[in-house]
C-alpha cells in the first residue's frame, strides 16, 4: 500500500497495541518510559489520539514491530475516512463487488490514475449493485469519488489476502466493536439456531429488523433475501454484507418497517427478527386499524407482539417465523389475549427459554418464539412445545469480555432435537425440566403464561437414590479431607535467620522463569482456563477469542497467578494454582499470568505457595480507586537450594490436596441440602 495512503489515519492506544501484538498497559509504559514516542495528534487529553505513520515508524525503529498487517492498514484508512467509517465501508463494500463480481474489469480499471479509475469506476458500480440490490436502490447511483480510490485499492489487496466476503467481514465487524452502544448485535450462534429453526426450506427470507444482517447471513440456501431496518445505516451495510456472502438477490431498505414497510409483497417461506424490547412508541396510535393485527391490537406496551403480527403478516401459508423475545413477553397480563389467540389458532408452535448471556441484554434469559402461518381450515396442533436450555449450559464459558457465554452446541442440540420431533409427530419425549409439549388447553387460564420454567419443573433432588449416592460420595470426601488434614504447626527451631529474598522479575531476567500473560485468544479450538476456574480449582472452561496470534498452551508445572483485584480467595491471598494434566493444553485467559518455572532452577510447588501468601500480595499490590491488582513481577520467595525448595514443595502441595478436598465436600454438602429441602417441600422424601 503506498504510504501516502495512511499519512492522514490516526490511531488510538489500544489500536496502537493492537498493531504491536501487546497490551494497552505497555503503551502506557512507552509513552511514560520513551521521551521520542510520537506526541497526540488528536483525540482528547484522555483518550487520545496518534499519528499512524509515526507509530509505525516508531514501533519499527524499537524493533517492535516488522510491518503493519494489512488488515490493520485498511481499518485506519477507514477511520481516516473524510465522511467516516460509515461511508468508507458502503464505498469498501461496492468496489468488493466488483472485484468479487467481476475482477478482470476492476484490474483494468484500476490501472490508470485516481481521478480515472474513479470515474471509470462509475458505471461498473451502478452495474454490479443495481444486479445485485436492485435497479432502484440508492447505492446503484452513488459514484465513488477520486479522494476513495486509494482505499479501494488498499481494501482490494486485502480482498487478493483474505477473499472479499471475509475482507469486508473483518471491517465491519471492526466498526460495530467500535460503537459497542451504536449498535445491538445478534451473536453468530443464535443466528444460526434461529436459521435452523425456520427449516431447510427456506428460499425468500425477511428480517424487519435487520441490523447489519446477521440473521439473514446465517440462512442457507437462499434465493432471495428482503431486509429492512430504521437505521440507513445499518440498511446499507446489512445490503453489501449480505450481497457478498452469497448469490442470493437482495432487497434491502431504510425504513421503520411497522410504519413504513417495504417488502409487503410477497410473502416469504420465513421470517426472522430480532425486535428492539420495551419499545413505546412503536406507532400504537397511527396504527390501531392496521389489517396486521389479526390476532388483536396490540397494547402500548406490547410492541413485541406487534412484531410478532407483522412476521406473521408477511408469511405464506405454512411458512415459519423465529422471534427472539423478552421473557417478559410470554408472562404480561396486557398481552394474554393475543397470545391466547396465539395458540388458539395454532399460530405459536414452540417457546424456547435460552441461556443468560445468550444476546443483549445478556443478564437475562430471553426467548424464541417460534411461529407458523395457519393454512385455511387445518386443525391448530394440540399442544405447544417448551424447551428449557439451562440443563444444556454445563459447558458454559466465560469469554474475554467476562460476561458469561452460552455452550451453542448443547443448546442446539437441545433445541433442535426437540423441533425436529414436534415437527415430525407433534409430540416429544418429555425430558424433564428440559422439554415437553404442553396442552393448549392448560395454558388457556387467566394468565396464559407461557414461561418454559413455569411448565418444566426440575427433578427435585434427584430423587432419595440419588441423594443417597450424593451422601456417600460426601462421607467419602469428608474421610479424605481428615486423613490430609495438616499437622500441627511447629515453630523453626533456633534462630537460622531468614534466607535473602528475589522477586518474580528478576527471576525472569535471570532465565529462572518465563512471565506470559494471559489473552485468551489465539488460532485453534483450544479451551481457555479462565480466572473463575482457576479460583474454583476446575478445568478449562472458557471458549478461545478468535485471533491471529498463536496461543500459548498451558503445561503440567506452569504457574497460574490472577492478577485482578477481585481474583483472590477469602483470605485475600491470590488464588495461584499448579498446572497438572487435567489442565494441560489450555490457553490462559484474560486477567492471569503464566509462570513457567525452569525445572532445574524452581520447583513450580514452591513458586506457588510463596506467591500465595497474604502479606507478599499485598506489597505487590496497587490499589485504583475501585479495583486493586497485582504486579506479579514484584511478588517475592526466598532463595534456597533445589532441595529445600522441594521440601517446601511437598508441604504446599500437601496443603493444595487438602483445599482441593474441602472444596469438594463442600459443593457436594450443598447439593446434599438443597435437594433434601425439594425433596421434602415437593414429597419425594419424607420425614
Known amino acids: 500500500m503506498p504510504e501516502e495512503s495512511a499519512a492522514g489515519a490516526e490511531v488510538t492506544a489500544a489500536e496502537v497495541a493492537r498493531l504491536a501484538g501487546v497490551g494497552r498497559a505497555a503503551v502506557s509504559n512507552w509513552r511514560r518510559r520513551h521521551a521520542d514516542f510520537p506526541k497526540p495528534a488528536g483525540g482528547t487529553e484522555t483518550s487520545p489520539s496518534f499519528a499512524l505513520a509515526e507509530v509505525e515508524d516508531w514501533l519499527r525503529v524499537q524493533g517492535k514491530l516488522a510491518e503493519v498487517p494489512l488488515r490493520e492498514r485498511v481499518w485506519q484508512q477507514v477511520c481516516a475516512h473524510p465522511g467516516g467509517a460509515v461511508p468508507a465501508l458502503t464505498e469498501v463494500g461496492a468496489a468488493l463487488l466488483v472485484v468479487r463480481d467481476r475482477p478482470t474489469d ?32 440508492p447505492l446503484a447511483a452513488a459514484p465513488p469519488r477520486p479522494a476513495s480510490v486509494p482505499l479501494l485499492r488498499a481494501a482490494a489487496g486485502l480482498a487478493a489476502e483474505l477473499g472479499a466476503r471475509k475482507a469486508f467481514e ?47 447471513r446465517a440462512v442457507p440456501g437462499a434465493t432471495a433475501l428482503y431486509a429492512q431496518d430504521s437505521s440507513p445505516e445499518l440498511a446499507v451495510l446489512a445490503a453489501l454484507r449480505l450481497a457478498l456472502h452469497g448469490s442470493a438477490q437482495v432487497r434491502a431498505a431504510a425504513a421503520d418497517s411497522l410504519r413504513a414497510d417495504a417488502h409487503p409483497r410477497p410473502p416469504v417461506d420465513a421470517v426472522l427478527c430480532h425486535p428492539p424490547f420495551n419499545e413505546r412508541d412503536w406507532g400504537h396510535e397511527e396504527l390501531a386499524y392496521d389489517p396486521r393485527w389479526e390476532y388483536g391490537f396490540p ?38 389475549r393475543i397470545r391466547a389467540d396465539l395458540l388458539r389458532r395454532g399460530a405459536l408452535r414452540a417457546v424456547v427459554a435460552l441461556p443468560a448471556g445468550a444476546a443483549p441484554p445478556y443478564g437475562i434469559p430471553l426467548h424464541l418464539w417460534v411461529l407458523r402461518r395457519p393454512a385455511p381450515h387445518a386443525a391448530p396442533p394440540a399442544g405447544l412445545l417448551l424447551v428449557d436450555t439451562a440443563a444444556a449450559t454445563t459447558g458454559a464459558t466465560t469469554g474475554a469480555e467476562g460476561r458469561p457465554r452460552p455452550a451453542w452446541p448443547a443448546v442446539h442440540g437441545t433445541v433442535e432435537g426437540a423441533w425436529a420431533a414436534y415437527e415430525r409427530t407433534g409430540a416429544v419425549e418429555e425430558v424433564q425440566g428440559v422439554s415437553r409439549v404442553v396442552p393448549v388447553i392448560e395454558l388457556l387460564d387467566d394468565d396464559v403464561d407461557l414461561t418454559p420454567a413455569r411448565h418444566l419443573p426440575p427433578a427435585a433432588g434427584g430423587g432419595p437414590a440419588e441423594l443417597s449416592a450424593v451422601r456417600g460420595r460426601l462421607d467419602e470426601i469428608l474421610a479424605r479431607a481428615a486423613r490430609l488434614a495438616p499437622p500441627p504447626a511447629d515453630r523453626p527451631a533456633g534462630d537460622a535467620g531468614r534466607p535473602p529474598l528475589t522477586t518474580v522479575g528478576e527471576l525472569a531476567r535471570a532465565g529462572a522463569l518465563w512471565l506470559h500473560t494471559g489473552t485468551g485468544g489465539g488460532t485453534g479450538t483450544a479451551p481457555v482456563l479462565t480466572v473463575r476456574d482457576v479460583l474454583a480449582g476446575r478445568g478449562p472452561s472458557g471458549a478461545l477469542a478468535a485471533t491471529a496470534d498463536e496461543p500459548v498452551l498451558t503445561a503440567p508445572g506452569d504457574v497460574l497467578v490472577p492478577v485482578a483485584g477481585g481474583a483472590s480467595t477469602a483470605g485475600g491471598a491470590c488464588g495461584v494454582r499448579v498446572v497438572g494434566a487435567d489442565c494441560a493444553g489450555a490457553v490462559p485467559g484474560r486477567g492471569l499470568h503464566l509462570l513457567r518455572p525452569d525445572p532445574g532452577a524452581l520447583d513450580p510447588w514452591f513458586l506457588a505457595g510463596f506467591l500465595r501468601g497474604t502479606a507478599n500480595n499485598r506489597r505487590a499490590s496497587s490499589h485504583a480507586s475501585t479495583a486493586t491488582r497485582l504486579d506479579v513481577r514484584r511478588l517475592r520467595l526466598p532463595r534456597l537450594p533445589l532441595a529445600q525448595q522441594r521440601r517446601y514443595g511437598d508441604r504446599f502441595r500437601a496443603l493444595a490436596e487438602f483445599e482441593d478436598a474441602l472444596r469438594q465436600a463442600g459443593r457436594l454438602g450443598e447439593q446434599l441440602v438443597q435437594g433434601l429441602y425439594d425433596g421434602l417441600s415437593d414429597g419425594t422424601v419424607t420425614p
Open 106 to 137: 476492476w484490474l483494468e480499471l484500476t490501472a490508470v490514475s485516481d481521478e480515472r479509475t474513479a470515474a471509470l469506476l462509475r458505471p461498473v458500480f451502478g452495474q454490479v449493485l443495481a444486479a445485485r440490490l436492485g435497479a432502484g436502490h
Open 170 to 216: 473483518f471491517l465491519l465487524a471492526r466498526h460495530l466493536d467500535a460503537n459497542p452502544r451504536q449498535y445491538t448485535r445478534t451473536p453468530g450462534g443464535l443466528a444460526e439456531l434461529m436459521a435452523a429453526l425456520a427449516g431447510p426450506g427456506a428460499r425468500t427470507v425477511l428480517d424487519p429488523a435487520c441490523g447489519a444482517g446477521t440473521l439473514l
Open 299 to 336: 397494547a402500548r406496551t406490547e410492541s413485541e407482539l406487534a412484531w410478532v403480527q407483522h412476521a406473521l403478516a408477511h408469511l405464506r401459508e405454512g411458512g415459519t417465523a423465529v422471534l427472539l423475545m423478552p421473557p417478559a413477553v410470554a408472562a404480561r397480563r396486557s398481552g394474554r
